[in-house]
């Protein structure tokens, strides 16, 4: 029976060596942290939010990067099965707003505990402090190689010098993001030096930063069922309807973070337009008689004291900041064309997104291993035998609501069926 060595403690790392020693191999799990788990146990808010609990096929219309990869892991291990796995482990599991899938106390602890008592239970071998520095490899016997697998895993080398021998590899070091958890860039790395190519890395689910002065005048405001609209790239467009965040660099919430896995690539291009639609229940003529009944309601009074049940109070200095009509001019006297500009600025409010923020506020990670070096139905590399890439240092990644943790899970399991 192959030795198998799984480098990394997290999410994917740990699904990897519970099924794998499932079905019955020798497991060694190589964590350099002091613990198992660290970037698990801040996810979702420190809720764990696991799974999302939608049928298959949605889940690939939530994945960003290379969603078609992810068929036979979504295929073989769904979310319905990430529900049974927790709940057969013993934590008790709750379906909320959005089929976002959490263990019922709302604690990521209870699925970190769950996990390390099952690698406990199985006997997997875990070593924590242990930073593996390379993965070991040895030519293939001509009659051995295929065309481009030529190499073959024979161990693994630590950082303190000690070589670990074994007849699989797992990669599961996750990516850049939240390097607090010791995100090292480490898997990346160990690729790289046995000639996988590395899909250029960015921030990912992460706040964005906006140019205008007047947005960070709105700091600590929250917009709920606004529509955000980002055109990028040629006839692409980010919208989506929802909540988002005003801070004092520029933009976060939901919004903003599943809009940043979208744009990022388009944003080293340089800054992107971004409307945000504050009524977008109201058509244009709906809109424009609910200015007209206000307007005539406080038709003696200043523009600035009349939007006060339009807009909440932060935003109404800004709104008529920006639509340049006189904040003292009375109601009555403003004409048809301001208020047909002033009723396009409530559905199109314009700001520009000139960057993302940093790796230590990203909830994932963008780019990585590239996908067409990895055999989708196996998860083995393409190029060295017995060496094995899942989850997030695979340049794969998706939205929120459960479904970055699903692709490790997935993966997860594809590997561990394909051991040999």
């Given at each position: 029976m192959a030795k198998v060595c799984v480098i990394g403690g997290g999410a994917a790392g740990m699904a990897a060596a519970i099924f794998a020693a499932e079905r019955g191999f020798p497991v060694h799990l190589f964590e350099q942290n002091e613990k198992l788990g660290k970037k698990l146990f801040i996810t979702g808010k420190g809720r764990c939010n696991f799974t999302n609990a939608c049928e298959k096929d949605e889940l690939f219309g939530h994945v960003v990067t290379n969603p078609r990869f992810l068929y036979s892991a979504f295929n073989n291990f769904n979310s319905q099965d990430a529900i049974r796995f927790f709940e057969q482990l013993g934590v008790r599991t709750k379906v909320e707003r959005g089929n976002r899938a959490f263990p019922a106390s709302d604690h990521s602890s209870d699925i970190i505990?769950?996990?390390?008592?099952?690698?406990?239970?199985?006997?997997?071998?875990?070593?924590?402090?242990?930073?593996?520095?390379?993965?070991?490899?040895?030519?293939?016997?001509?009659?051995?190689?295929?065309?481009?697998?030529?190499?073959?895993?024979?161990?693994?080398?630590?950082?303190?010098?000690?070589?670990?021998?074994?007849?699989?590899?797992?990669?599961?070091?996750?990516?850049?993001?939240?390097?607090?958890?010791?995100?090292?860039?480490?898997?990346?790395?160990?690729?790289?030096?046995?000639?996988?190519?590395?899909?250029?890395?960015?921030?990912?689910?992460?706040?964005?930063?906006?140019?205008?002065?007047?947005?960070?005048?709105?700091?600590?405001?929250?917009?709920?069922?606004?529509?955000?609209?980002?055109?990028y790239g040629k006839k692409k467009k980010f919208q989506e309807f929802g909540e988002m965040l005003f801070t004092h660099f520029g933009i976060s919430g939901p919004l903003a973070l599943s809009a940043s896995s979208y744009i990022g690539r388009a944003l080293e291009d340089g800054p992107l337009p971004a409307f945000i639609d504050l009524k977008p229940a109201l058509t244009d003529e709906q809109l424009d008689a609910r200015l007209l009944?206000?307007?005539?309601?406080?038709?003696?009074?200043?523009?600035?004291?009349?939007?006060?049940?339009?807009?909440?109070?932060?935003l109404r200095p800004v709104m008529i900041e920006v639509c340049g009509i006189p904040a003292d001019k009375p109601v009555n006297e403003i004409t048809r064309e301001e208020r047909a500009h002033f009723r396009q600025l409530v559905k199109a409010f314009p700001f520009t997104i000139t960057g993302l923020r940093g790796y230590n506020e990203a909830i994932i990670t963008q780019g990585g291993i590239h996908v067409k070096e990895i055999n989708p139905s196996t998860m083995e590399s393409r190029l060295v035998q017995g060496f094995y890439v899942i989850g997030e240092v695979l340049d794969v990644d998706a939205v929120t609501g459960g479904f970055n943790l699903q692709i490790a899970w997935a993966t997860a399991d594809t590997c561990a069926a394909a051991l040999h």
């Open positions: 505990r769950a996990m390390e008592k099952r690698l406990q239970s199985l006997d997997v071998k875990v070593h924590l402090k242990s930073r593996v520095q390379k993965v070991l490899t040895e030519p293939l016997s001509p009659s051995e190689a295929d065309k481009k697998q030529t190499r073959q895993v024979t161990g693994i080398l630590l950082e303190n010098g000690a070589v670990i021998d074994c007849d699989a590899v797992i990669l599961a070091t996750g990516g850049l993001s939240y390097p607090s958890t010791g995100a090292t860039g480490d898997g990346l790395r160990i690729a790289s030096s046995l000639g996988h190519t590395v899909q250029k890395t960015r921030p990912a689910l992460v706040p964005m930063e906006t140019g205008e002065d007047y947005i960070p005048k709105l700091q600590g405001l929250s917009l709920r069922n606004v529509t955000l609209t980002i055109p009944r206000e307007f005539e309601r406080a038709r003696n009074k200043e523009l600035k004291n009349a939007v006060a049940s339009l807009f909440p109070a932060k």
